[in-house]
């Protein structure tokens, strides 16, 4: 008695004398074998070579400067409250007079961390974020021997005051928010 | 008693109830929105405008409509008026306007604000606002000042509700702040930067509909939606003990008033229980505080709303509008 019908009565053939000889079926093995030595190979010889990125790609993130150099973030917990996987936490301060060079509002995250384990990539904090402060960029996110390093704070996640080694982001600003940079009473994003 | 109309809901309420005070009873959307209005504070009202409603029928005797919208928080109800809120559309783009004009002034710094999260004019440009702004000229300037230990004032964000001038007024003795000059450069501001020290002075944060006044002990420590809310006495002298404290993990971050429906403070509390008792042995927990399920704070806490948990006690006397 079957309980499906979906029994198949497997056939016990007894094999010829050349299937018992196995060999031609290796040569044919080796056959394929050969065949792919000269196939164009699927791989790349990461990392000397490397395979080209969309111009959007979410890889590891970028807390951005303004033009002046000022920190973009004021910790307005926007992208930790967005991010699904729970990977950003930060701590706030207040500004104090002469930081004005430091920091672009009167408050700013003094602690800033995301934790690469946690994050999916998925790019959330960087729509929710209503400064401009977070982006993903193309880099990938460094392998580590332990999970303490994983855990990036401000000074990996900062870009270089270095005007020439700012990263740019401009290809991932979508229309909309360019349209908005132009408006004259915005003066949020100058 | 009279009889009133409301988008279609009729209630009787007594003599003299304002339309707001009508309309709260039967609940519901239908419930304009207020910005200066303070059902515990005599005298607020009438100055923000956006609880404008239409009043299609003034009374029974008197059946034209009223010849422009009135403000709901200080017209009087008569007998047979017939009022119309969301029901009309004059009402709603009038209120976008308002929200409009509220905004001319207001700095638009929510993510550095400490009132992101639970401040009503957010709720209210949300709801009825636009997003795009057509104002092009600079919005007024003011530095932030210190009014007393606890206490600070960003006149940028503020909208001019008076509501803390009556805080102060009836909730304290000896109000110190108030308005300064007129139109549109009146100011709330300390008579020269004095503090005010007095046991209830911290109400005006917790009235306040904006960010202008906020509590310093809490300034930027962290965001409200990232606290859980719990309700919480404690056996105070000066007033009734009664708080929610703001907490993350087992540390209080801040204490404010229990605000009901309308975020309208139930006890007012004293600057001892609001900025000094910030230690979780100095309160009796009772548990956390029911959140309304479209407020940001309950986000991620997954909590299922029950249904029907608020029971209008004159639900009975509601006569509701005829399905269509």
Redesign the interface.
Known sequence: MSLTNRTKVVSQKRMSFLERLYLPAIFVGMGITLKHTFMKKATIRYPEVKRPFSDIYRGRHVLKRDEQGRERC?????C??ACPA?AITMI???RKPGEEHLYR???YAIVYEINMLRCIYCGLCESAC??EAIFLTQKIVDSEYHREGFIYGKDKLLEPVDKDKRIDVSKRQTPEVLNFKKL???K?NI | MATVTIDGYTIEVEDGTTILEAARKIGGEIVPPTMCYYSKLKGSGGKCRTCLVKVAQTSAQNTRPMPKLVASCSTPVQDGMVVQNITSPEVLETRKAIVEFLLINHPLDCPVCDQAGECDLQDLSFKHGVDTSRFDEGKREFDIIDIGPYVKLHMNRCILCYRCVFTANQITNGRIHGVLYRGDASEISTFIKNSIDNDFSGNVIDVCPVGALTDKTFRFKSRVWFLKPMDAHRDCPTCSGKAVVWMHGDDIYRVTARKDQYHEVEDFICNTCRFEKKSTSDWVIEGPRKIMRTSIISVNHYDKEKQGSVINPVAKKIQKPAEK
Do not use: Q
Not at chain 1, 74 to 78: D, I, K, R
């Open positions: 004021t910790a307005c917990g926007l930790a409250l729970e706030s301060a207040e509002e009167e408050k209503p400064k004259p009473n915005e949020h």
